[in-house]
């Protein structure tokens, strides 16, 4: 089910980086505490129920905290 507001390619993202939260075993407030923003913009984010999304900037952040390319939660072809 796609949230309101949210793009196929924004909702693609936001899983990508709940797969890596996941897999480097961060719970939102880990993240958030990374990421330098408030734990219920994570939650915002992952919840289905709000238009939040990451920005690009936040994607460079996550790329440095999880030690990856920015490339790596977008896909490899346009949605």
């Known amino acids: 089910m796609k949230k309101s507001g949210i793009s196929n390619i924004e909702q693609y993202v936001i899983d990508k980086v709940k797969e890596k939260r996941i897999k480097f075993n961060f719970t939102q407030v ?10 219920g913009f994570i939650g915002n984010i992952e ?3 709000f238009r939040a999304k990451y920005n690009l ?3 460079n952040q996550l790329a440095k905290i999880f030690k990856c390319s920015p490339r790596d939660f977008l896909p490899k072809e346009s949605l």
């Open 57 to 59: 900037d936040n994607l």
């Open 47 to 49: 919840s289905r129920k």
């Open 30 to 39: 880990d993240l958030a505490v990374e990421l330098g923003v408030s734990p």
